[in-house]
């Protein structure tokens, strides 16, 4: 009875140990397919005025990529932006970082403060789910 028992707990062990590797492949080939589609982001990115400071890859369970873009402020007025939220309307992806500019630059004139930084300088972090920053100046907290 013991032994049989025993058996019974080996393999449910197994088929455990199984079922976690498949899910396992499964999240590691989506997560690439993820990091993928947002590598095809970045050009896009470049064409409207932001230019690639920093490049970075974390291998973990979690794998993510983190990408630094920089360029001029005055290329993101709030017109352009809208001009460019609807010519990449059906990329989430280029949609999400032109909204947190926009929120960004929205937030900071609440503020009241009546000067924009003349650097504009996007942080990304692809991951589940993706995280993007924005900074007008340098920022100088990390």
Do not use: C
Not at 63 to 68: A, M, N, R, T, Y
């Amino acid at each position: 009875m013991k032994e049989n028992l025993q058996q019974s707990y080996s393999k449910i062990v197994e088929l455990i140990g199984d079922s976690f590797n498949s899910l396992k492949e499964s999240a590691k080939e989506k997560g690439q397919m993820f990091i993928d589609d947002w590598l095809q982001v970045f050009p896009e990115l470049e064409a409207m005025g932001l230019e690639i400071t920093s490049f970075g890859v974390v291998l973990a369970l979690g794998p993510s990529l983190e990408v630094e873009m920089t360029g001029p402020s005055s290329a993101f007025s709030e017109e352009r932006i809208e001009a460019l939220l609807k010519e990449h309307e059906l990329n989430q992806y280029v949609t999400l970082v032109l909204k947190t500019i926009r929120t960004t630059r929205q937030m900071h004139k609440k503020l009241g403060k009546g000067e924009i930084y003349d650097d504009l300088l996007v942080k990304v972090r692809v991951q589940v789910p993706p995280e993007v920053r924005v900074s007008l100046g340098p920022p100088t907290l990390v």
